[in-house]
Protein backbone atom coordinates (compact mmCIF):
# COMPACT_ATOMS: atom_id res chain seq x y z
CA UNK A 1 0.00 0.00 0.00
CA UNK A 2 1.37 3.10 -1.16
CA UNK A 3 -0.58 6.04 0.38
CA UNK A 4 -2.66 5.48 3.85
CA UNK A 5 -6.40 6.75 2.77
CA UNK A 6 -7.69 9.61 5.71
CA UNK A 7 -9.33 7.21 7.75
CA UNK A 8 -6.22 5.10 7.89
CA UNK A 9 -4.26 8.03 8.57
CA UNK A 10 -6.67 9.27 11.65
CA UNK A 11 -6.47 5.79 12.92
CA UNK A 12 -2.70 6.01 13.05
CA UNK A 13 -3.11 8.72 14.85
CA UNK A 14 -3.76 6.17 17.85
CA UNK A 15 0.28 5.19 17.96
CA UNK A 16 1.30 8.51 19.46
CA UNK A 17 -1.39 7.81 22.16
CA UNK A 18 -0.41 4.04 22.53
CA UNK A 19 3.72 4.87 22.64
CA UNK A 20 3.20 7.71 25.41
CA UNK A 21 0.89 5.60 27.51
CA UNK A 22 3.82 2.59 26.96
CA UNK A 23 6.76 4.92 27.48
CA UNK A 24 5.72 7.69 29.56
CA UNK A 25 3.63 10.87 28.70
CA UNK A 26 6.88 13.18 29.29
CA UNK A 27 8.90 11.85 26.84
CA UNK A 28 9.25 13.81 23.45
CA UNK A 29 10.73 12.86 20.15
CA UNK A 30 13.39 10.33 21.12
CA UNK A 31 14.41 7.28 19.45
CA UNK A 32 12.72 4.89 21.50
CA UNK A 33 9.72 7.06 21.19
CA UNK A 34 9.54 7.03 17.88
CA UNK A 35 10.32 3.05 17.42
CA UNK A 36 7.35 2.20 20.17
CA UNK A 37 4.93 4.43 18.02
CA UNK A 38 5.94 2.68 14.78
CA UNK A 39 5.62 -0.45 15.98
CA UNK A 40 2.21 0.73 17.76
CA UNK A 41 1.01 2.04 14.17
CA UNK A 42 2.10 -1.24 12.38
CA UNK A 43 -0.20 -3.37 14.55
CA UNK A 44 -2.55 -1.64 14.39
CA UNK A 45 -2.51 -1.66 10.57
CA UNK A 46 -1.92 -5.09 10.29
CA UNK A 47 -4.90 -5.73 12.20
CA UNK A 48 -6.68 -3.58 10.01
CA UNK A 49 -5.41 -5.35 6.74
CA UNK A 50 -5.91 -9.22 8.23
CA UNK A 51 -9.65 -8.09 9.34
CA UNK A 52 -10.79 -6.75 5.66
CA UNK A 53 -8.81 -9.50 4.06
CA UNK A 54 -10.95 -12.15 6.36
CA UNK A 55 -13.85 -10.10 5.50
CA UNK A 56 -13.43 -9.85 1.78
CA UNK A 57 -12.49 -13.40 1.65
CA UNK A 58 -15.85 -14.49 4.17
CA UNK A 59 -17.67 -12.75 1.97
CA UNK A 60 -16.65 -14.16 -1.22
CA UNK A 61 -17.49 -17.33 -0.04
CA UNK A 62 -13.46 -18.87 -0.05
CA UNK A 63 -14.53 -20.05 3.44
CA UNK A 64 -16.92 -19.25 6.27
CA UNK A 65 -16.31 -17.51 9.71
CA UNK A 66 -16.54 -20.72 11.81
CA UNK A 67 -13.21 -21.80 9.31
CA UNK A 68 -11.43 -19.26 9.98
CA UNK A 69 -11.91 -18.85 13.42
CA UNK A 70 -11.19 -22.87 14.09
CA UNK A 71 -7.81 -22.08 11.64
CA UNK A 72 -7.13 -18.65 13.96
CA UNK A 73 -6.66 -21.73 16.92
CA UNK A 74 -4.69 -23.85 14.66
CA UNK A 75 -2.46 -21.31 13.93
CA UNK A 76 -1.98 -19.60 17.50
CA UNK A 77 -0.92 -23.44 18.67
CA UNK A 78 1.80 -23.40 16.38
CA UNK A 79 2.56 -19.43 17.39
CA UNK A 80 2.54 -20.81 20.75
CA UNK A 81 4.96 -23.87 19.97
CA UNK A 82 7.27 -21.55 18.80
CA UNK A 83 7.67 -19.69 21.39
CA UNK A 84 7.85 -21.92 23.88
CA UNK A 85 10.76 -23.26 22.21
CA UNK A 86 12.39 -19.84 21.40
CA UNK A 87 11.71 -19.33 25.96
CA UNK A 88 12.37 -22.87 27.59
CA UNK A 89 10.97 -22.76 30.78
CA UNK A 90 7.95 -20.45 29.96
CA UNK A 91 4.26 -22.20 29.32
CA UNK A 92 1.35 -19.80 28.37
CA UNK A 93 -1.92 -20.74 30.48
CA UNK A 94 -5.13 -19.41 30.63
CA UNK A 95 -4.61 -17.27 33.61
CA UNK A 96 -1.48 -16.41 32.35
CA UNK A 97 2.51 -17.27 32.02
CA UNK A 98 3.90 -20.00 34.11
CA UNK A 99 7.79 -19.80 34.43
CA UNK A 100 10.18 -22.76 35.19
CA UNK A 101 12.85 -21.31 36.59
CA UNK A 102 14.90 -24.41 37.28
CA UNK A 103 14.25 -24.67 33.05
CA UNK A 104 15.11 -21.67 32.32
CA UNK A 105 18.17 -21.50 34.16
CA UNK A 106 19.30 -24.89 32.30
CA UNK A 107 18.87 -22.99 29.01
CA UNK A 108 20.53 -19.67 30.62
CA UNK A 109 18.88 -17.11 28.45
CA UNK A 110 17.44 -15.22 31.76
CA UNK A 111 21.13 -13.84 33.19
Partial sequence: MSA???ILNRLCNWSAHLARWQLGWTRDGD???RAVQSAAEARLLYRVE???LAG???QKGV???LEFVAQLDVEAERVEETMEG???GVKAVDGG???DLKAIERAGWMK
Fill in 31 to 33: AEL
Fill in 50 to 52: LNA
Fill in 97 to 99: LLY
Fill in 56 to 58: LLI
Fill in 4 to 6: LTP
Fill in 63 to 65: FTR
Fill in 86 to 88: AWP
